[in-house]
């Protein structure tokens, strides 16, 4: 007897549901055939309704024509591979992205890929996150399928001092893929946290392992919320979703095909041509680059001040209010005084 497919938790999604979403939200106007779905996916024609179940199963509305074949009746917003990877040509984020239905957190995930000699621009993905991490050792919560949460493991021929300005580098390109979605210019709070009205949507946590002349990898995992249509009550003074701002639902596969488009862009920007192009475009879009009283929570203290610029690095310097001068603040809580 033929084995009956698994649903593809806890584990990362079976290539199979992959393919088969791909193909029929790509022949989405047509009727497709169950032996062009068997050969499409790489499975007996016996065992397509199976696989068609499985989908079904995961809240994919698939209509059966008796003898014809299949067609979906919506195509779903899932972050699948192949989907992703065909709008994606000549980036390297097409040629190597993990999906999951169900992970503890794509960082954790990413960094362990990273150990294992994952390629440059392997990208993971997770409809729901049990563990999210955020900065500061804070937890990041993530509802099912309603923002994105992806990490992306780097390879960049970096040290680690300019380590900054690749945080910079993936807040622009989200903040730029945010943007287009929004009748407001969303702001940046240095390092990367995205702003709309003051309430913050994005959050960009950065993790590396480097020695101290060569970064051996970095991952940039990010968090959007998109769809989410309250946030939980202990934040929903501070946080926000890009459906909360605008009324509208937003489709996550189109963004994040914008983020990682952007995200090509600046990290070769910045290997090109060094840390000027990135900070320009920081002065431009985020209000705390310059002028602002901010309040910084570093891990040893407390103190206010001015914003005023950053080093080359990416660093803030802020204008103590206490007189003490500039403060080259390398990582920290940024807030407003
Ligand atoms: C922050 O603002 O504190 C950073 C939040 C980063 C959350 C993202 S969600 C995807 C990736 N996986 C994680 O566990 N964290 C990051």
Redesign the pocket.
Known sequence: MAKSPKAPQPGNTDRRIDALLTLLAENATIVISGAKIAQGIGVSRQAVWRWIQVLRDLGVRVKGHPRTGYHIERIPDILMPQLLSHRLYGTPFARRIIHYFKAN????IAMQLGDQDEPHGTVVI?EE?T??????G?S?I?EKSAGI???ILLRPPIVPAQAPLLTLVAGLAARDAAAEELDVVPDIRWPN?LLVKGK?FC???TEMHAEPDRVHFAVV???MNVNQSKMPPAIADIATSLRIETGKTHSRIEILIRLLRHLDRYYNEFLEKGPSPILRRFSEVSSYFQGKHVRITTSTEMFTGITAGLEPSGVLRVLRDDGRGIEAVISGDVGDA
């Open positions: 957190s794509t960082n954790t997770a996150q563990a999210g991490r955020g900065r500061a804070r990041w993530s949460t992806c990490s946290d913050k959050g960009i946590l995992g990010i968090g």
